[in-house]
């Protein structure tokens, strides 16, 4: 890859204004943002720029998974109090808004795809792959900052659903 495809500020600002969050550590948002194929002999790494400095980068994998788990642990932290049963939570709150389909266009309306290093010539990437940057944003957050930081950034990005961002708890059981 030339070294004009993988210089990353512009992206990892645009990033941070998306996500309303400054890294104090841009690797974790690097490695975020990173989807491209890397090269066997440097560990299966790829090549970012940032700031003048080379990182070697790996893919977004560890973040995404970790962003995954933090995604379900918010969701799951802010209905408890609705006080509705685990079947309400995985059919109206976990499905809809863990899913790759929705993490995808949100991540794609806001433009985070944008952000990522893809393989050079590379245009388009589909829905799956940007719902994978949106959970290793949220990954990297989570061990940027901490949880209350990984927890605003979900919500800038609208992924709780309205009945849970209400001051009384949200939706009440039938009880």
Sequence with gaps: MSDEYCIMDARVAKCESILNYTFINKELCLEALQLAGGIPIFGGKCRMIYAGKTYWIPKNERLECLGDAVLTFVLAKLWYPTNTDEGYFNKMIKEPNVM??????????????????????????????????VEALIGAVMQDGDLAAAEKVIKTLGLVPQELLKGDGGVKSIL
Excluded: E, F, P, R
């Design 100 to 133: 790759n389909a929705n993490l995808g266009s949100v991540g794609g309306m806001l433009g985070l795809d944008k952000c990522a290093l893809l393989n050079q010539g590379t245009v388009y990437i589909g829905t799956k792959k940007i719902a994978d940057i």
